[in-house]
């Protein structure tokens, strides 16, 4: 489908998209490309293919909900130049 230069200056401003003049052959070229794009997705043939609900119903693996690591904090913060009730201590950056 081609598309005119009045037609990409009424789609933008339908779309409230103010548009220079130098902007609209180079949008018209790539609109009209989508377009085509779209016919050609059109035109092909579908019967007999089941439409997916949706790919996220994939159903996941569960796994055991246990610990797998021991309790590490007070070795990791040991280094630290300042922690408190288990947290670093930083300097203060927004006042």
Do not use: C, W
Request: charged fraction near 25%; hydrophobic fraction near 40%.
């Amino acid at each position: 489908m081609a598309l005119s230069t009045d037609d990409i200056r009424q789609i933008a401003h339908l779309a409230r998209i103010g548009l220079d003049e130098s902007a609209i052959e180079p949008l018209r070229d790539d609109l009209s490309t989508v377009l085509n794009l779209v016919e050609q997705l059109n035109a092909v043939d579908t019967a007999g293919v089941e439409p997916m609900a949706h790919p996220g119903n994939a159903e996941l693996r569960l796994r055991e909900d246990k610990v797998s690591e021991q309790d590490q904090r007070d070795a990791l913060q040991a280094p630290a130049p300042a922690t408190e009730q288990g947290y670093f201590l930083v300097p203060r950056v927004i006042e």
